[in-house]
Every structure is written in C-alpha cells, then in structure tokens.
C-alpha cells in the first residue's frame, strides 16, 4: 500500500514556472514507478510523465517534452514535477501516481495509487 501527496500547485502566469512534489509512504519507494497525470474539467486524465524510480529512466507526453521534468530524492521518497514555460493550456488538477512495473505506462488505469491532486492555474 502507497500513500501519495502532492504539493506545489498554485496560480502563475503564462511563461513562468512552478515545481510540484509528490510525497509517498508506505512502501518500498524504489519499487515503483511514478507517473503525474493531468485532468482540465471537461476532459480525460492525461499522462504527463513517468519514472522508474530505481533506475531514473523517464517518460514524458509530447505535449510537455522539453517543458517539463520528472526527478526523485530517494531519500525523500518524493517525485518532482518541474514545469517551466507554462501554457494557459497546461491549467487542469495534477495527480501523482504510483505502481510496481517494470514499464513506465502512460495509461491512468495502470496505476494503482493515487494521490488528491493540486491544482495549478495559468493565466494568458
């Protein structure tokens, strides 16, 4: 079992950056692989990108490559999301997500933990 928490979302205008963070406990970090997903009302949780935590190999949808990163502190346990050059299009709830797989899957329904998720906000 995995308990996720993500921090750092907030209001920022377009161009400008924000770093969000993901907490987990419970288990064996270095286990799993950890993905942020994205959800703007109206529309379907994307994939945004993807870890494998024990060996770093990342994973990133078009839409954010060369915008944003993914990175871990193992001994913290946390996964970072840095997003610079924001988007108005960028604005939706961002979910940290967590599951044990060899393969950084980009599909919600491979994951099976979840965090509440923050909400981040760019404005034109």
């Known amino acids: 079992q995995v308990q996720l928490v993500e921090s750092g979302g907030g209001l920022v205008q377009a161009g400008g950056s924000l770093r969000l963070s993901c907490a987990a406990s419970g288990s064996t970090f270095n286990a799993y692989i950890m993905g942020w997903f994205r959800q703007a009302p109206g529309k379907e949780r994307e994939f945004v990108a993807a870890?494998?935590?024990?060996?770093?190999?990342?994973r990133y949808a078009d839409s954010v490559k060369g915008r944003f990163t993914i990175s871990t502190d193992n001994a913290k346990n946390t996964v970072y999301l840095q997003m610079n050059n924001l988007k108005p299009e960028d604005t939706a709830v961002y979910y940290c997500?967590?599951?044990?797989?060899?393969?950084?899957?980009?599909?919600?329904?491979?994951?099976?933990?979840w965090g509440q998720g923050t909400q981040v906000l760019v404005s034109s």
């Open positions: 870890i494998r935590v024990f060996i770093g190999s990342t």
């Open positions: 997500a967590a599951d044990r797989s060899l393969v950084l899957h980009s599909a919600p329904n491979s994951y099976h933990y």
